[in-house]
């Protein structure tokens, strides 16, 4: 089917209480990989870039690649800028065919979110894009993002603000999580979660899973997460298949063999945090 953008895919995982898998692919077997766990378990899912990732390639690239995987797939799939770091990249995404942007414009003062996010939305909307913004600041350190150390959670009151001024279809949260790998078990403030829901209406997202414990991910869900984003851990089990065969086999000179193992096991680790997020067989 054709691309979807995630509006309508993330308001009826809001009304059914469950959430849905936001993965970060890096070439074309993680995408193929994404799209045939989803098509096995009947799940919608979202293809993420970020932008490292575009500056690998560029967004033409990699949405001609989820394009293609939609188009041959029978389940809901869309394609988001995850963690878009500018107006000018937020809007080359928008002509790129993106069904889904997110501009992160936590690094900067309230007020300068507010402003640069509500510029992206007034430039999207009328495509019928939907539009993500972070309000707090996700710790931890993936690609060229930096959260930094000791930033402040997402206040509830501000959070209704935000959305409010700059009529986000969506909002990530910081409740404790982290980009990258973590060095212990996080800690989430999974109350801070409940506040932020009873006074936001539009659905929640949650970034930095990749280690989060999917007991943890559950209670979140349970508390209003629509929305989770695992990166990290998809780069680890596809090196983890490519690093198997070349262990194996030393001189194997052809991609495709090593290739399709990464294939393989960025498939399996997708349809567990498929069920993790309980959206198999929403289609």
Do not use: W
Not at 101 to 125: F, L, P, Q, R
């Amino acid at each position: 089917m054709p691309l979807v953008t995630t509006k309508e895919l993330l308001l009826d995982a809001q009304k059914g209480g469950y959430a849905i898998g936001a993965f970060n692919v890096e070439n074309m077997e993680m995408v193929q990989a994404v799209a045939a766990a989803a098509e096995e378990l009947k799940s919608p899912v979202i293809m993420q870039t970020t932008p490292s990732t575009v500056k690998y390639a560029d967004l033409e690239y990699f949405y001609a690649n989820v394009k293609t995987a939609a188009e041959k797939a029978s389940v809901p799939i869309a394609i988001h800028l995850d963690h878009g770091s500018s107006f000018g990249l937020a809007m080359q995404a928008l002509r790129a065919g993106y069904t889904s942007i997110m501009i992160d414009g936590s690094h900067d003062s309230y007020k300068e979110n507010i402003a640069v996010t509500k510029a992206v939305v007034d430039a999207c909307h009328p495509s019928g894009v939907p539009v993500e913004a972070e309000l707090g600041k996700v710790g931890g350190k993936e690609d060229d993002l930096d959260g930094g150390d000791g930033n402040p959670y997402t206040d509830p009151q501000q959070a209704k603000e935000f959305v409010e001024k700059t009529g986000v279809d969506s909002l990530a949260v910081a409740i404790g999580t982290a980009h990258g790998i973590y060095s212990g078990t996080p800690k989430l403030d999974v109350d801070r979660l409940s506040e932020i829901r009873k006074v936001v209406s539009v659905p929640l997202v949650l970034h930095g899973t990749s280690g989060v414990p999917d007991e943890a991910v559950k209670e979140c869900i349970r508390r209003g997460i629509c929305k989770v984003n695992y990166a990290t851990d998809l780069r680890i089990a596809f090196s983890k298949g490519v690093n198997a065969v070349l262990h194996e086999n030393p001189n194997t000179i052809d991609p495709k063999k090593y290739n399709a193992r990464g294939r393989d096991e960025v498939k399996k680790y997708v349809m567990s945090k498929i069920k993790v997020c309980q959206s198999e067989g929403k289609v």
